[in-house]
């Protein structure tokens, strides 16, 4: 991989980054970052937008048309980028705050109204930056600042939820798997409509402190010893997959796309 | 586009924007201003623009911002509950420097309050709403005309200051009928915003023009890459923690504002020369005060009206001078009495403030007013 073709999408004199040592999000930004130079992305035709979190600082180390935005309403900004100018390619970073909680409603209308944009979920399953908190993604039973006595509720599935909302991609991997991760925001991007990638990293600072994975290895082998391809966890039974992450494609079809529909009825109202 | 049109206040605030240049609106349904948007839904394909109804009012406005960063002029259109989901990413606006107009035809509140019934109760929440200090920039229209004309005014504004602008209608002149001379737009009176000069490489997007005073804004798209946040950023949009350029950058953000008021400060003034009494009012109660002043002085009273068409920037210096020769100001609001606050801190007790307020979902009728003119007097 060209490093330097790499590297010049990096906004080094912003450096050092806010991130954790040994923090995930920085393995999805250069996964990011090699996908978005395999297909010979232009900078200054590439939207970067986030919510607000550690996954929102993405945008700022990027060099692209970034937008850093409230907190979980990114895609609603990048929804109003995409129909004004439907050339551009336009990523959303974000974490699982911004997705499932705040931004919950944004998502599923995203993924319904198939626009052709690129959402790459940074799950953690915590609330990092504010220190902590439950998320919507905690696994019941975990431990967090909110959920002192272990969480009660259930966690959302993400992909699962894209999937219903009617996304034309969705995919799930791990940081432990960052050659695949690379591959399906490539395909995400490449795929015209909503892609959902969700990405599983960890925050070792607040939720595996808290979670018997403290360590940054710790948690990488928590995703490598637990992750089980789709073609595999099909043949297993739902006990033999309680608590495993399930990776892979699990959407990859061609539907309308927005962007596309709207374009088509200017021409047929313009034609009249 | 005819030259007499009999339009709705809303309908004329959606042809205003149009011919403003207004290529976007993102929305969210809501009386009683979805007028406003089932117009742009069916205008906007037909000029290349486009139309979103969003999944909320919170979405409606990022949209909105969306488009204008993409470099459409943008419109958005909302009243009180969605005012109020709105004011976030108002601030971002603000905060980020991104033109976009902003519609509310007010209804009664608090929360659902009155749907279809006239208000003037988010005048502060236009001023205030969004946390964090802005300067603001909020038109009241007080007929259909005006309702055409001030759209056009909020994006020239918009563009000019590069941040948010507000028109606070109300749903008396939202949905009003009145004959509209439509003016032919004169392309050379339309403002677009400042493009930069500079290469890509030297492009700093909040660096104000020494000319001017205001930074120039490149759009997404355009060849140029820069970084849009709603954090306290610097010259190069990029957030600061540093004491300075936390400083320079809220300064700068009052100040476009500030030193420009005048060019932006509208008020317009009837019989107000020799007044003893005077009646302040906007919007809907504009009219009935109007009225209200014309037969006070058929009675023989030394009535006059004073009409602040920008409630922000106030017209305060204005309204002060003529506060040092009358007795009395008279302030009907169809509220429990909000720019009654702002007439009272410009006429700084150099002539006595009466408010008059009415919360019942009613309009005003002019014999209310003048029997508050006839007890002054």
Request: net charge neutral; glycine share 8%; proline share 6%.
């Amino acid at each position: 991989m060209p490093n330097q073709e790499v590297f010049s999408w990096l906004r080094t004199r912003f450096f050092p980054h806010i991130w954790c040592p040994g923090c995930g999000h920085g393995i999805i930004m250069h996964a990011l970052l090699r996908a978005l130079v395999t297909l010979k992305k232009k900078k200054s035709q590439t939207v970067i937008a986030s919510g607000i979190g550690c996954s929102s600082r993405m945008a700022g180390y990027i060099d692209a048309c970034t937008v850093h935005t409230t907190h979980g309403r990114s895609l609603a900004f990048a929804t109003g980028i995409k129909l004004a100018k439907p050339d551009l390619t336009v990523i959303d970073v974000m974490g699982d705050g911004d997705c499932t909680a705040i931004g919950g409603n944004h998502f599923i209308h995203a993924c319904r109204r198939n626009i052709d944009i690129t959402a790459i979920v940074m799950n953690n399953n915590i609330y990092g930056m504010t220190g902590g908190q439950a998320s919507p993604t905690t696994p019941a039973g975990s431990m967090a600042t909110t959920t002192p006595y272990g969480a009660i509720d259930p966690s959302f599935d993400i992909c699962k939820l894209a999937e219903g909302a009617g996304a034309a991609y969705v995919a799930r991997s791990t940081i432990a798997n960052p050659k695949q991760a690379e591959q399906f925001i490539l395909n995400g991007i490449q795929k015209k409509g909503f892609s959902v990638v969700e990405i599983l990293t960890h925050c070792h600072t607040t939720f595996g402190r808290k979670n018997n994975r403290r360590t940054p290895i710790d948690n990488v082998n928590y995703f490598k010893n637990n992750s089980v391809p789709l073609a595999k966890a099909k043949d297993m039974s739902p006990e033999e997959l309680a608590g495993k992450i399930i990776t892979g494609e699990f959407v990859n079809k061609d539907v309308p796309e927005y962007t596309d529909q709207y374009l088509a009825l200017i021409e047929n109202v313009r034609g009249k | 586009m005819p030259d007499v049109a009999f339009w709705q206040g809303n309908e004329a605030i959606a042809y205003g924007s149009l011919a403003a240049g207004c290529r976007f609106f993102g929305g969210y349904p809501i009386t009683p201003s979805s007028e406003i948007a089932e117009i742009m839904a069916e205008e906007l394909p037909k000029l290349n623009g486009r139309f979103i109804q969003m999944e909320d009012e919170i979405a409606g406005i990022a949209a909105t911002i969306g488009g204008s960063i993409a470099g459409m002029k943008s419109l958005t259109a909302t009243s009180g509950p969605g005012f109020s989901l709105k004011q976030e990413n108002l601030g971002l606006a603000y905060m980020a420097e991104i033109p976009i107009v902003v519609v509310d035809v007010m209804r009664g509140g608090p929360s659902t309050g009155l749907p279809t019934k006239t208000a003037q109760q988010d005048v502060m929440q236009a001023r205030w709403g969004t946390h964090g200090d802005h300067g603001t920039i909020c038109y009241a229209p007080a007929s259909v005309q005006e309702c055409y004309e001030v759209a056009i005014k909020a994006f020239n504004a918009a563009e000019r200051y590069r941040q948010p602008v507000l028109i606070m209608s109300d749903e008396i002149i939202g949905h009003m009928r009145e004959k509209v001379l439509v003016p032919k737009i004169d392309p050379s009176k339309l403002v677009d915003r400042k493009r930069p000069a500079d290469i890509p490489e030297k492009f700093v997007p909040y660096r104000p023009d020494p000319k001017d005073d205001l930074p120039c804004m490149a759009s997404f798209g355009d060849g140029y890459t820069w970084h849009i946040t709603g954090l306290t950023h610097n010259d190069w949009g990029f957030p600061t923690n540093n004491a300075d350029e936390i400083e320079k950058k809220m300064k700068r953000l009052m100040r476009k504002i500030d030193r420009f008021r005048d060019d932006i400060v509208e008020y317009e003034t009837v019989s107000a020369e020799d007044a003893e009494v005077i009646v302040l009012a906007y919007g809907s109660v504009a009219r009935s005060s109007l009225r209200a002043v014309h037969e006070a002085r058929n009675r023989g009273i030394k009535a006059g009206f004073f009409r602040p068409i920008t409630l922000w920037p106030f017209p305060d210096k204005e309204l002060e001078k003529l506060a040092r020769k009358v007795k009395t100001i008279i302030v009907p609001e169809l509220n429990c009495g909000q720019m009654v606050l702002e007439v009272e801190r410009a006429v700084h007790g150099k002539a006595k403030v009466v408010a008059h307020n009415l919360v019942n979902g009613e309009l005003f009728k002019p014999e209310e007013i003048l029997a508050v003119i006839e007890e002054v007097a």
